[in-house]
């Protein structure tokens, strides 16, 4: 079913929000075979609102919306439905109920504000919110439908999952798009392309092929369309099978696979523990490692050592090293790896040390060199890298590295 | 100046990558005078890009067009803009040397698909990419211009800052679009709205106000259009400031200011030094005190105490407090703040331990329980805070919930 997504909201235009819904939507509803057309973000202003719902829905069968259902003056879209779709608000029992019992469960107090948002357009059909205190509403005009959901990430949520998802399910008319996606790390995207250019030459006509590059990690998705999945997953899978073997060096996973969860996984397999000793990096690592959920049973802990005394007192690396060789070198970052390995008594450790920049870079050590050391049972390896001048860019780009140096480790 | 961007790639309307160079661009525009009316995400196809092309030029003086440029087959925009334009591809010798010497900066061999890149649409005025192979292409049509540039994030923003907002400067009719943010913490968007009822309606009509709630954090964006800047912002400022005053508990900041950042420069100012003993945040706090450039003045380390032997063994929390209280009591993060202030030798500690979800939680302590304690020269402080259902989430609500602690002991 052909899908637009438009996201009202003025934070969106002056770029104070990041528009993080709509590509959340946009994974849920090709994985139950829409195709979305368009992604628009429009202003919180009756007529763009009009205008956008106009222009998506001779494009397209569902219309998705999100924003400006809130509880404050700002939120106009529930009264630009009641004018787009000639209708006027009534006051809903049900949404009343759910708004009283959502404040009581939290212990606080009703207002006036919440308890308007129990109004809702009488042509609606009204779609329940149990997380939040404005409901969805979807409307139908011309066999297409109409969903307009709150901006609040959690509710839109609930209601892409418990309304729209099902809609499509029965509604949809069994073509889909599926996508394999290979994940590569530590080659560029034109080094890539030439590597592999008679595959991609040889590539079925049917399967479409996109290079998506991000720090330090280039993702080739293959796409096909069609009304045989089982078929097309298979094709999609010889392919992505023929690509991986191409470049062993430099594939690692596939799909949403998160490198984190692949080396957690990895040490799960293997009953090891981790820890990390992080300059540069800050803790970004440990905070990667353990967004994963269970982390806990193989991650111990960090050490933080930002400051050089800490890496001292805490990790043992000799104040004469730091002098003779600098923070940021092979001798301190293997000596870090080794000394939170002993310190938190894990199997494995990760040290990373650099100059994430603006400043700190020298002639010999600009901005953007990182070593990075991975201390295991049989041994501790370090390698330098030399990234760009961006920071955070360093940071993320410091933290796969890592990563990836670590999943070597486990995989030899 | 009217303003559209046009954002290309299937991986935008698939979900894989989220839209954030839109949202620069935005700020960066909005900064510029130019109004952005709306933001189109369309596909890799060539009637998909022509439409939206045709759209944008009926509602904006400038299109902003990313993404497609790059060396792979599957970068149309090229192509598109030559049709589009009524034009055709020629060498570049400048563009052509810029790559050559691109390649060779990097040490990297060229490859004919780069070579490529130094065909350019004849009618284009070529802009300059000093960061990358593409370079950004101009167009002008009937008094309008078109610029392409790559999807890349740092090659797009040199483009931008390089040609796109000179342009701006140079063409804009003079009105500008001021803002100004007043950053809350601690409230809930509808009882923030209670407090300030009367205020808000007392706002002169020529001024917007905003909600933008995101974890642990309301904003209240006030906007203003015209051509007085100075009176336009001495407008803001006074209304922002009256605003502050409603809201002494809850207020912490204006603007783009940044929590990590504030309390940076508080210990800056104090000439004071900080660390962090993380447990359920698992570095995510460290990683946010260390993204500020400069931050290694003040903060010095962290230790990450996701087991209960490393609170143990590194912080010098006693196994009997944690079998009496558990990991997660005011007992224990309260020690953790100490351990973590002694062994590191700072001024200031922060301590977290929580149930981040999704597994682990109680009917006595359920997920998202989080304990956030605070240690500095006048003592120990610690609070409980229930937060949701969410792991990512509550790892973010309790980043937020522990900086805005420290800021208040900063001030106290």
């Known amino acids: 079913m052909t899908t637009e997504i438009i996201s009202i909201g003025d934070e969106l235009l002056i770029g104070q929000v990041i528009n993080t819904n709509a590509s959340w939507m946009a994974v849920q509803l090709n994985d139950a075979g829409a195709e979305v057309r368009q992604i628009s973000c429009v202003s919180d202003a009756a007529d763009e609102i009009q205008r956008a719902l106009r222009e998506a829905e001779q494009r397209a069968d569902l219309i998705l919306m999100t924003g400006g259902l809130g509880p404050t003056h700002d939120d106009i879209t529930k009264d630009v439905l009641c004018r787009y779709f000639d209708t006027h608000l009534v006051m809903n029992d049900r949404v009343l109920e759910n708004i009283t019992s959502f404040f009581q469960r939290k212990g606080l107090p009703l207002t006036q504000l919440n308890k308007d948002q129990a109004l809702v357009p009488e042509a609606a059909i009204v779609i329940d919110n149990p997380v939040g205190t404005a409901p969805g509403l979807a409307f139908r005009k011309n066999e297409k439908l109409y969903v307009a959901m709150p901006g609040v990430p959690y509710e839109m949520k609930h209601i892409i999952q418990t309304f729209v998802i099902p809609y499509l399910q029965k509604n949809g008319k069994g073509e889909k798009i599926l996508h394999k996606t290979i994940l590569t790390q530590g ?38 369309r069609g009304n045989q999945p089982e078929e097309m997953m298979k094709l999609l899978s010889e392919e992505a099978e023929r690509l991986k073997t191409l470049i062993p060096d430099f594939f690692w996973g596939m799909d949403n696979e998160k490198l984190e969860a692949q080396v957690g996984k990895m040490l799960g397999e293997k009953s090891a523990s981790l820890s990390t000793a992080e300059s540069c990096t800050g803790g970004y690592i440990a905070h990667k490692i353990t967004s994963v959920p269970g982390s806990s049973t193989y991650f111990k802990g960090s050490v933080i050592a930002y400051d050089n005394r800490v890496k001292e007192e805490q990790l043992g690396v000799c104040k004469q090293l730091l002098q003779d060789f600098g923070a940021v070198s092979s001798e301190v970052v293997e000596k870090m790896a080794e000394g939170v390995k002993n310190l938190l008594k894990t199997d494995y450790a990760i040290a990373v040390s650099g100059i994430a920049g603006p400043d700190g870079g020298t002639p010999e050590k600009p901005v953007g060199t990182v070593w990075v050391a991975v201390a295991g049972p049989d041994g501790t390896v370090s390698k330098k890298f030399l990234f760009g001048d961006e920071r955070e860019r360093n940071i993320v780009r410091a933290g796969t590295a890592a990563l990836g140096m670590l999943r070597n480790q486990l995989l030899a």
Chains 1, 2 share one sequence.
């Open 187 to 224: 080659i560029g995207e034109s080094f890539l392309a030439v590597k592999i250019a008679d595959w991609v030459a040889a590539l079925p006509s049917t399967i479409k092929l996109a290079y998506l590059p991000s720090p330090g990690i280039v993702r080739l998705r293959l796409s096909i």
